[in-house]
């Protein structure tokens, strides 16, 4: 065992008392890596604890919970039909928790249904159930709020680079170097519009005028005075310098923040893999890479062959190597590494691009909590363990499942009244 990977639940990566210590007890080499999905996904919710955009969001969730009936979701397609026939989305998403995808979809087909969705609750206010027209104005309100259009378009504007990084972290061929070496883009490119926020708040702000005069929305700034504590009280002369300073940077700030904080652990342990897969491996491993490389081969000591010397001149071997292919056909990951490595010309730098390939990235997709559902859904709560791990079994290998034949003759060893042997 070279790797193992879990969420961040304290009883599985606990330093003390967790799984991944336990093991480590026993197989010092067996790096633990935390979930990058589950990390993200972290790093998401904590940047989305900003007031206006927790506000936002749970505003979302009421929509979506309002339309999830048949119903209502009748005069939202009429509605669709009647106001932005060209629309790609046909009703608006859940904002779930374990679905990480549907946090991003959700924002978008808000965003791209919202006159139909004002539309929509205008009509079912005006309802004579009581219920139901009440939540409706009450929800009316809400999206009319300045703030949450505001909020609603920022989301939009940065779920659409994390979205990608979110994707690519949930593939299967996908290693450490790649997974670290993306997480880093985009922190940079968030970066960036950090630095140029007038412009890109400018853009936005754009939009959301666009969309308020449709709907003739006043944006307003809210009422400032010296002594607030409970909401933003920044200063400022305009609209759009107050939604600026109140919503957008500090979301982009706090964005950034987290995610450079959840995956600067994935950068100390690929600390010594680095020199494996250069950039431009015309120039020799600096000292500082050699002396990771060093501490990396000390610490898998137990796979390593020959002496420190031998393994120095691997290193240099290995980036002679690299020179002689295309810049475009440099290896970007552990597995194409591996398929441009000679194991038996350098058998050391093929072990650890093995193991670099080995650790893992995400434990686990999001369709993984939807595999659950299947195998234990909500009518068979009394599933024991022993038919849990076989539903599993059949989950996992399902192209190896067995024949009906197979089946009876196993069932057929137990004492019954029915002889199910088949003949």
Sequence with gaps: MRGQGYDGAASMGGNFNGVQAYVKELVPTALYVHCAAHSLNLAVCNACDLTSIRNCMGTTRRIYDFFNTPKRQTVLQTAIADVIPEAHHVKIKQL???????????????????????????IISEWSHKETSSLAYQLLQALREPQFIVSLFTLHKL????????????KENIDLVEAVNLAEDTAAEMKALRVNAEKTFAEIFADVTKCTETHEIEIRVPRITSAQRHRCNVPSNSPESYYRNAVFIPFLDGFIQHLEARFI???????????LLPTDPSKPPSTDHLKGFHVLTEF???????????????????????CRLQKTDLPKNALEGISACHAEILPNIYTLLLILATLPVSTCSERFFSSFRRLKNYFR?????????????????????PSVTDV????????RRLNLRLI
């Design 408 to 415: 009876l003759n196993k069932l057929s060893l137990k004492s």
């Design 96 to 122: 779930c928790a374990t679905r990480w995808i549907e946090k991003h979809d959700s924002i978008s087909a808000l965003v791209e249904l919202f006159p139909a969705v004002i539309a929509s609750l205008e």
């Design 159 to 170: 779920f659409r680079l994390s979205v990608i990084l979110c994707k690519t972290l949930q």
């Design 300 to 322: 898998y000591s137990a796979d390593m062959s020959g002496s420190t010397d031998n393994r120095t001149c691997e290193i240099n071997l290995w980036y002679r190597r690299l």
């Design 265 to 275: 652990a994935y950068k100390y342990i690929l600390r010594g893999f680095q020199c």
């Design 381 to 401: 709560n009394t599933t024991a363990e022993t038919r849990m791990n076989g539903f599993a079994l059949l989950y996992i290998h399902r192209d190896l499942t």
